[in-house]
């Protein structure tokens, strides 16, 4: 099946720019989808379809996706920032197959 | 306001069942995809099982065989049958709203139900 391959941890300073990546074969071929779980809390939403952001979630995020590599961007970085972010693709070949990358810890420090 | 509320998990020994149930308000199950998705202590998100609008469903091949998703349009329930219960299987798990077209991705979850399977 399909493999995503997240970066364990990432940290950043308070305002800066956090890139998370998302690997996977060709993944620029498919729509990626984000999601934030900060700790005993359900994942939300963050970006879906590559780049479209829901209602609520603000503007400091952003995503991208080309080749080989799907990147959730976060600029301006703030202390409530801080949580694992998920990326996430739908196999449609792989029989209805929803893969989750490994997750990727933010910390702000 | 779509609110999604779990329940039905606890504490099981191997070998043993269990059935998941997720009320649903804001909307109707039986008018969208639902999925379930589960969460292993200190462990990343996984996949679980899909029901589509037209009844057909699919599972993980970590766990076909031994779980059966399904609904209740007269309840607006969501249900997870889990049989022959593992260890592997102890994770939060939780009901997700799919939104579907070219790709799928879930824009509503609920705050899941934790299953413990141990003797």
């Known amino acids: 099946s399909y493999v995503l391959t997240q970066p364990p941890s990432v940290s950043v300073a308070p305002g800066k720019t956090a890139r998370i990546t998302c690997g996977g074969n060709?993944?620029?071929?498919?729509?990626v989808h984000w999601y934030q779980q900060k700790p005993g809390q359900a994942p939300v939403l963050v970006i879906y379809?590559?780049?479209d952001r829901p209602s609520g979630i603000p503007e400091r995020f952003s995503g991208s996706n080309s080749g080989n590599t799907a990147t959730l961007t976060i600029s301006r970085v703030e202390a409530g920032d801080e949580a694992d972010y998920y990326c996430?693709?739908?196999?449609?070949?792989?029989?209805?197959?929803?893969?989750f990358g490994g997750g990727t810890k933010l910390t702000v420090l | 306001e779509v609110h999604l509320v779990e329940s039905g998990g606890g504490l099981v020994q191997p070998g043993g069942s269990l059935r998941l149930s997720c009320a649903a308000s804001?909307?109707?199950?039986?008018?969208?995809?639902m999925s379930w998705v589960r969460q292993a202590p200190g462990k990343g998100l996984e996949w679980v099982s899909v029901?589509?609008?037209?009844?057909?469903?699919y599972y993980a091949d970590s766990v076909k065989g031994r779980l059966t998703i399904s609904r209740d349009n007269s309840k607006n329930t969501l249900f997870l049958q889990i049989n022959s219960l593992r260890a592997e299987d102890t994770a939060v798990y939780y009901c997700?709203?799919?939104?579907?077209?070219?790709?799928?991705?879930?824009?509503?979850w609920g705050q899941g139900t934790e299953v413990t399977v141990s003797s």
């Open positions: 997700a709203r799919v939104v579907g077209g070219s790709s799928q991705y879930f824009d509503y």
């Open positions: 804001g909307f109707t199950v039986s008018s969208t995809y």
């Open positions: 029901i589509y609008t037209d009844g057909s469903t």
């Open positions: 060709n993944i620029g071929s498919k729509s």
């Open positions: 379809y590559d780049n």
């Open positions: 996430q693709v739908w196999d449609s070949s792989s029989d209805h197959e929803v893969v």
